[in-house]
C-alpha cells in the first residue's frame, strides 16, 4: 500500500510569510507526529496525534509553530511569520495505535530566504 | 531525560570491510531501540529494531544487540558493501502514555569505497 506522503517536497519562502505543510500518513495509522531536521539540531520530535486525543505539542519549538489533524488522518503544519532558522526538512512519520515502529515520508525541505 | 549519543563520523570504508557504529542511551525504565537509514535523496527508512534486553535486530546484514548493562546499541555489518553508503540514526521510543515520539543521535555518514 501507499507511504506516508509529505507535500510540497520543496518550499522556499521569504522572512515573514507563513507556510503550510501537508502530512498524508498511511492509511488506518492512528499516531501522527512531525520532525525536524536541521543542521543544528539534528531530528527532533515536534508534535504528535493519536487518534482523537489531544495533540502532545511539546517539541514545538515557539508559538509560531501550530499543527492540526483533520478526520484523524490528514496533517498540517503551520508556521507564521517565517524565520531563517526555520530552514530545515520537516518529516512526517505515522504509525498503529501502541506500535513502535514509525513509517517516514520523503520529507518537505524548506528554505526561508 | 531521553538522550541517544552516536559515535561521530564520517566513516569511510572500503567494500567488504566490518563496519561498527557505536550508540549509547539514557532513559529511564525499558525503551525500545531502533537503527534508522537515510540514503542519498531519500527519506528516513527503520533497519532494524529491539525492544528489550538482549534482543538482537537484523535485516541487510545489520544487526544490532540491545545490552541493558551497557546501555548500548552498536550497529555491526560483517562485510560493507557500496550500496551500504548511506546516513545511519540511532534513536529510542520511551512510551509515555500512548506517545512513542523517537529521540535521535546526531546521525553517523557512511561511505564505502569500491
Known amino acids: 500500500g501507499a507511504g506516508v506522503s509529505q507535500s510540497p517536497s520543496n518550499k522556499v519562502t521569504e522572512k515573514g510569510k507563513d507556510v503550510e505543510l501537508r502530512c498524508d500518513p498511511i492509511s488506518g495509522h492512528t499516531a501522527l507526529y512531525w520532525y525536524r531536521q536541521s543542521l543544528g539540531q539534528g531530528l527532533e520530535f515536534l508534535i504528535y496525534?493519536?487518534?482523537?486525543?489531544?495533540?502532545?505539542k511539546s517539541g514545538l519549538p515557539s508559538d509560531r509553530f501550530s499543527a492540526e489533524r483533520t478526520g484523524g488522518s490528514v496533517s498540517t503544519l503551520t508556521i507564521q511569520r517565517t524565520q531563517q532558522e526555520d530552514s530545515a526538512v520537516y518529516l512526517c512519520?505515522?504509525?498503529?495505535?501502541?506500535?513502535?515502529?514509525?513509517?517516514f515520508g520523503p520529507g518537505t525541505r524548506l528554505t526561508v530566504l | 531525560g531521553n538522550s541517544v549519543t552516536q559515535m561521530e563520523g564520517p566513516v569511510t570504508l572500503s567494500e567488504e570491510a566490518f563496519l561498527t557504529i557505536n550508540c549509547t542511551y539514557t532513559?529511564?525504565?525499558?525503551?525500545?531501540l531502533f537503527w534508522y537509514v537515510q540514503y542519498p535523496g531519500e527519506g528516513l527508512q527503520l533497519l532494524l529494531k529491539?525492544?528489550?534486553?538482549?534482543d538482537k535486530g537484523s535485516n541487510k546484514g545489520f544487526e544490532a544487540t540491545y545490552r541493558k548493562e551497557t546501555t548500548s546499541f552498536h550497529l555491526e555489518k560483517g562485510s560493507v558493501q557500496v550500496s551500504d553508503s548511506a546516513v545511519y540514526f540511532c534513536a529510542l521510543s520511551k512510551s509515555s502514555g500512548s506517545a512513542r515520539q523517537l529521540t535521535f543521535g546526531s546521525g553517523t555518514q557512511l561511505t564505502v569505497l569500491p
Open positions: 496525534f493519536q487518534g482523537n486525543s489531544a495533540p502532545d
Open positions: 529491539a525492544t528489550k534486553a538482549d
Open positions: 532513559a529511564t525504565g525499558y525503551p525500545s
Open positions: 512519520a505515522s504509525s498503529d495505535w501502541g506500535a513502535d515502529t514509525q513509517y
